[in-house]
């Protein structure tokens, strides 16, 4: 838009100095002004398409995290927290808009394959077996293919929840990815959910303080999380909540 403005205030100069010499100079400027003026309507139609398509795919997003909190609330909540410290720890790798809102829709989204997933197997108070530990981890799948039906950019999203717990050592689900493999935003959630689901009542156990959370998640930097993301992490729970 700004690219416009300027020819456009460009070529009005043109034909001013044009007009001041020959009253019907302008004409002479008159098919490009008609073909910038065109350009510039495009161009606006374009960006408020742009607008409306992510808008409705916030809409849609937001819509499936109401659903995963319908199906349970534990998990719903969970997710909006998830969110609002992804997002800060997103800001504090200095992600750019496009991966920030990526960041977004992938932290409020990263448990929706858990509505496919039994509530017995979800709301446990003890410890899983094996088998149920096994169907607990094909939530990631669950939520990539849940995801890919919608399609456009939240399929894109999919692909990001797949790896949302992939490890930095390579001993993650559910594709053994490492380090740089995994997606940044998928290592930034992965982290963000671990203290998160650390500083929060479950059923099996009560909540950590944010102090133990945040030192458990620095002794495992290198292991299950990007020593990175970690010193992002680090960053913001100290300068929000420990200091």
Known sequence: VWLVDAALSSVGLAVAFASAQDPYGFLLAMPLIILLSVFARERRLHIDNALELSAAYRGTAFLLGDVVEADDAYTGSHSRDVVELSLAVADELGLDARERRAAEFVALLHDVGKVRIPKEIINKPGALTDEERAIIN???????????????????????????????????????LAGEDIPLIARIVSCCDAFNAMTTDRPYRAAMPPDEALAEVERNSGGQFDPAVVRALDAVVRRGELA
């Open 138 to 176: 094909t939530h990631t799948i669950e939520g990539e293919h849940m995801l890919k039906k919608v399609g456009g950019l939240l399929g894109q999203v999919g692909a990001i929840v797949r790896s949302c717990h992939e490890r930095w050592d390579g001993g993650g689900y559910p594709d053994g």
